[in-house]
Protein backbone atom coordinates (compact mmCIF):
# COMPACT_ATOMS: atom_id res chain seq x y z
CA UNK A 1 0.00 0.00 0.00
CA UNK A 2 1.46 3.11 -0.87
CA UNK A 3 1.80 6.08 1.95
CA UNK A 4 0.26 9.37 1.64
CA UNK A 5 1.95 12.39 0.51
CA UNK A 6 4.07 13.70 3.97
CA UNK A 7 3.37 10.52 5.75
CA UNK A 8 5.75 8.57 7.78
CA UNK A 9 5.96 4.69 6.17
CA UNK A 10 4.27 1.95 8.92
CA UNK A 11 8.00 0.45 8.98
CA UNK A 12 9.13 3.47 10.31
CA UNK A 13 6.65 3.98 13.11
CA UNK A 14 7.02 0.70 14.17
CA UNK A 15 10.99 0.50 14.62
CA UNK A 16 11.24 4.19 15.95
CA UNK A 17 8.35 3.13 18.49
CA UNK A 18 10.83 0.56 20.83
CA UNK A 19 13.77 3.07 20.39
CA UNK A 20 11.73 5.58 22.12
CA UNK A 21 10.61 3.41 25.01
CA UNK A 22 14.50 2.29 25.07
CA UNK A 23 15.20 5.85 25.71
CA UNK A 24 12.40 7.09 27.85
CA UNK A 25 13.17 3.42 29.92
CA UNK A 26 16.79 4.67 30.59
CA UNK A 27 16.06 8.59 31.20
CA UNK A 28 13.39 7.08 34.33
CA UNK A 29 16.28 4.22 35.30
CA UNK A 30 19.03 7.13 35.40
CA UNK A 31 16.76 9.38 37.56
CA UNK A 32 15.65 6.73 39.83
CA UNK A 33 19.49 5.94 40.54
CA UNK A 34 20.46 10.11 40.68
CA UNK A 35 17.38 10.82 43.16
CA UNK A 36 18.22 7.61 45.74
CA UNK A 37 21.99 8.71 45.72
CA UNK A 38 21.13 12.67 46.16
CA UNK A 39 18.44 11.45 49.16
CA UNK A 40 21.66 9.35 50.76
CA UNK A 41 23.43 12.57 51.10
CA UNK A 42 20.55 15.22 51.33
CA UNK A 43 19.30 12.83 54.60
CA UNK A 44 22.68 12.29 55.75
CA UNK A 45 22.30 8.99 55.91
CA UNK A 46 25.95 8.59 56.13
CA UNK A 47 26.06 9.21 59.53
CA UNK A 48 24.34 5.65 60.49
CA UNK A 49 26.80 3.70 58.91
CA UNK A 50 29.58 4.57 61.03
CA UNK A 51 31.71 2.41 63.21
CA UNK A 52 30.52 4.84 66.12
CA UNK A 53 27.29 5.15 65.36
CA UNK A 54 27.26 0.76 65.04
CA UNK A 55 28.93 0.60 68.69
CA UNK A 56 26.28 2.88 70.20
CA UNK A 57 23.27 0.75 68.73
CA UNK A 58 24.95 -2.87 69.10
CA UNK A 59 22.60 -3.96 72.33
CA UNK A 60 19.54 -2.86 70.10
CA UNK A 61 20.76 -3.89 67.34
CA UNK A 62 21.39 -7.84 69.10
CA UNK A 63 18.41 -7.95 70.85
CA UNK A 64 16.25 -6.98 68.05
CA UNK A 65 18.24 -9.72 66.25
CA UNK A 66 17.64 -12.28 69.22
CA UNK A 67 14.28 -11.48 69.30
CA UNK A 68 13.25 -11.09 65.67
CA UNK A 69 16.10 -13.29 63.68
CA UNK A 70 14.48 -13.78 60.98
CA UNK A 71 13.48 -10.00 60.41
CA UNK A 72 16.91 -9.02 60.93
CA UNK A 73 18.07 -11.13 58.14
CA UNK A 74 15.37 -9.67 56.17
CA UNK A 75 16.09 -6.36 56.71
CA UNK A 76 19.52 -6.41 56.47
CA UNK A 77 19.55 -8.23 53.92
CA UNK A 78 17.34 -5.74 51.65
CA UNK A 79 19.88 -2.70 53.01
CA UNK A 80 22.73 -4.72 51.64
CA UNK A 81 21.18 -4.94 48.39
CA UNK A 82 20.11 -1.09 47.60
CA UNK A 83 23.50 0.24 49.20
CA UNK A 84 25.74 -2.12 46.39
CA UNK A 85 22.88 -1.49 43.97
CA UNK A 86 22.85 2.24 44.14
CA UNK A 87 26.95 1.99 44.83
CA UNK A 88 26.63 3.81 48.79
CA UNK A 89 29.19 4.18 51.04
CA UNK A 90 29.52 1.83 54.00
CA UNK A 91 29.69 -1.48 52.21
CA UNK A 92 32.88 -2.71 54.53
CA UNK A 93 30.54 -1.29 57.97
CA UNK A 94 27.50 -3.49 56.46
CA UNK A 95 29.95 -6.92 56.38
CA UNK A 96 31.58 -5.62 59.85
CA UNK A 97 27.64 -5.53 60.95
CA UNK A 98 26.55 -8.99 59.81
CA UNK A 99 29.29 -10.54 61.83
CA UNK A 100 28.38 -8.97 64.64
CA UNK A 101 24.97 -9.79 64.59
CA UNK A 102 24.95 -13.11 62.55
CA UNK A 103 28.36 -14.53 63.31
CA UNK A 104 31.65 -15.32 61.52
CA UNK A 105 30.13 -18.22 59.25
CA UNK A 106 26.44 -17.43 58.89
CA UNK A 107 27.27 -13.72 58.52
CA UNK A 108 29.64 -13.90 55.64
CA UNK A 109 26.78 -16.16 54.02
CA UNK A 110 23.74 -13.66 54.74
CA UNK A 111 26.34 -10.94 53.84
CA UNK A 112 27.64 -12.84 50.22
CA UNK A 113 24.18 -13.18 48.78
CA UNK A 114 22.75 -10.14 49.26
CA UNK A 115 26.36 -8.45 47.72
CA UNK A 116 25.89 -10.39 44.82
CA UNK A 117 22.31 -9.70 44.40
CA UNK A 118 23.25 -6.05 44.61
CA UNK A 119 26.42 -6.25 42.16
CA UNK A 120 24.19 -7.87 39.63
CA UNK A 121 21.80 -5.59 39.84
CA UNK A 122 24.57 -2.70 39.60
CA UNK A 123 26.31 -4.56 36.33
CA UNK A 124 22.85 -5.07 34.71
CA UNK A 125 21.94 -1.06 34.96
CA UNK A 126 25.69 -0.36 33.91
CA UNK A 127 24.67 -2.53 30.93
CA UNK A 128 21.46 -1.60 29.81
CA UNK A 129 22.41 2.22 30.42
CA UNK A 130 25.85 2.62 29.64
CA UNK A 131 27.60 -0.38 26.99
CA UNK A 132 25.58 0.41 23.86
CA UNK A 133 27.18 4.09 24.01
CA UNK A 134 30.27 2.49 24.99
CA UNK A 135 30.49 -0.03 21.97
CA UNK A 136 29.57 3.06 19.56
CA UNK A 137 32.02 5.19 20.82
CA UNK A 138 34.60 2.67 21.83
CA UNK A 139 33.77 -0.21 19.84
CA UNK A 140 37.22 -0.06 17.43
CA UNK A 141 39.56 0.93 20.13
CA UNK A 142 38.33 -1.79 22.76
CA UNK A 143 37.56 -4.88 20.49
CA UNK A 144 40.66 -6.40 21.53
CA UNK A 145 40.31 -5.98 25.01
CA UNK A 146 36.57 -6.92 24.84
CA UNK A 147 37.82 -9.75 23.20
CA UNK A 148 40.24 -10.79 25.70
CA UNK A 149 38.32 -9.67 28.61
CA UNK A 150 35.50 -11.68 27.34
CA UNK A 151 38.11 -15.23 26.67
CA UNK A 152 39.19 -15.27 30.27
CA UNK A 153 36.34 -13.45 31.96
CA UNK A 154 36.27 -15.69 35.09
CA UNK A 155 39.81 -15.38 36.29
CA UNK A 156 40.09 -11.31 35.33
CA UNK A 157 36.63 -10.92 37.62
CA UNK A 158 37.85 -13.13 40.08
CA UNK A 159 41.25 -11.66 40.81
CA UNK A 160 39.49 -7.78 40.38
CA UNK A 161 37.00 -9.15 43.47
CA UNK A 162 40.25 -10.85 45.70
CA UNK A 163 42.42 -8.05 45.49
CA UNK A 164 41.01 -4.80 47.63
CA UNK A 165 42.72 -2.45 45.66
CA UNK A 166 39.89 -2.15 43.03
CA UNK A 167 36.70 -0.65 44.66
CA UNK A 168 33.67 -3.41 44.52
CA UNK A 169 31.27 -0.69 43.03
CA UNK A 170 33.73 0.33 40.08
CA UNK A 171 34.25 -3.20 39.16
CA UNK A 172 30.67 -4.14 39.29
CA UNK A 173 29.82 -1.03 36.72
CA UNK A 174 33.26 -1.30 34.72
CA UNK A 175 32.05 -5.33 34.29
CA UNK A 176 28.79 -4.02 32.97
CA UNK A 177 30.36 -2.64 29.70
CA UNK A 178 32.52 -5.38 29.20
CA UNK A 179 31.07 -8.47 27.20
CA UNK A 180 31.06 -11.04 29.88
CA UNK A 181 28.02 -13.48 30.52
CA UNK A 182 25.78 -12.50 33.32
CA UNK A 183 26.42 -16.44 34.68
CA UNK A 184 30.03 -15.58 34.76
CA UNK A 185 29.61 -12.40 36.73
CA UNK A 186 27.50 -13.80 39.55
CA UNK A 187 29.46 -16.78 39.63
CA UNK A 188 32.99 -15.10 39.88
CA UNK A 189 31.37 -11.95 42.05
CA UNK A 190 29.84 -14.53 44.70
CA UNK A 191 33.30 -16.73 44.65
CA UNK A 192 35.55 -13.66 44.65
CA UNK A 193 33.84 -11.38 47.64
CA UNK A 194 33.46 -14.61 50.06
CA UNK A 195 37.38 -14.27 51.89
CA UNK A 196 37.30 -10.42 52.11
CA UNK A 197 33.57 -10.96 53.90
CA UNK A 198 34.92 -13.84 56.10
CA UNK A 199 37.67 -11.46 56.75
CA UNK A 200 35.65 -8.72 57.82
CA UNK A 201 32.20 -10.93 59.17
CA UNK A 202 34.80 -12.38 61.60
CA UNK A 203 35.88 -8.83 62.71
CA UNK A 204 32.65 -7.72 63.63
CA UNK A 205 32.67 -10.65 66.39
CA UNK A 206 35.33 -8.50 68.16
CA UNK A 207 33.42 -5.12 67.70
CA UNK A 208 34.79 -3.71 70.64
CA UNK A 209 38.02 -3.99 69.76
CA UNK A 210 37.90 -2.53 66.73
CA UNK A 211 38.78 1.27 66.42
CA UNK A 212 38.90 1.86 62.43
CA UNK A 213 37.89 -0.17 59.72
CA UNK A 214 41.54 -0.26 58.68
CA UNK A 215 42.36 -1.93 61.92
CA UNK A 216 40.35 -4.97 60.06
CA UNK A 217 41.82 -4.72 56.65
CA UNK A 218 45.89 -4.78 58.00
CA UNK A 219 48.92 -5.34 55.38
CA UNK A 220 49.31 -8.86 56.30
CA UNK A 221 45.76 -9.79 54.99
CA UNK A 222 46.08 -7.39 52.12
CA UNK A 223 48.90 -9.03 51.24
CA UNK A 224 46.85 -12.11 51.50
CA UNK A 225 44.50 -11.09 49.87
CA UNK A 226 46.75 -10.11 46.72
CA UNK A 227 48.05 -13.58 46.47
CA UNK A 228 44.86 -15.10 46.11
CA UNK A 229 43.94 -12.94 43.16
CA UNK A 230 47.75 -13.20 41.56
CA UNK A 231 46.73 -17.13 41.72
CA UNK A 232 43.38 -16.83 39.89
CA UNK A 233 45.20 -15.76 36.99
CA UNK A 234 47.16 -18.97 36.91
CA UNK A 235 44.36 -20.23 34.48
CA UNK A 236 44.99 -17.18 32.04
CA UNK A 237 49.17 -16.95 31.95
CA UNK A 238 49.08 -21.35 31.31
CA UNK A 239 47.19 -20.33 28.35
CA UNK A 240 49.22 -17.51 27.19
CA UNK A 241 52.06 -19.80 27.74
CA UNK A 242 51.00 -22.71 26.13
CA UNK A 243 49.60 -20.56 22.88
CA UNK A 244 53.29 -19.46 22.73
CA UNK A 245 54.65 -22.45 22.92
Known amino acids: MLNAPGSIPASLQISSSPSRKSVRGKIVLALIFVAAIAAYFYFDLKQYLTLES ?23 SALYVLQTT ?17 GS ?11 TLGATLAFLVARYLLRDWVERKFGDRLEAFQKGFARNAFSYLLT ?9 FLVNLVSGLTRISLGTYVAATALGIIPGTFVFANAGRQLGSINSLSDVASPAVLGAFGLLGLFALVPVLYRKFRGKA
Not at 54 to 73: C, I, S
Not at 89 to 98: D, I, W
Not at 105 to 112: A, K, Q, R, S
Not at 160 to 168: D, V
Open 160 to 168: LRLIPLFPF
Open 105 to 115: VLGTLIVVVPA
Open 54 to 76: LKAHRDQLLAYTNAHFVAAVAIF
Open 86 to 102: FSLPGGALLTLTGGFLF
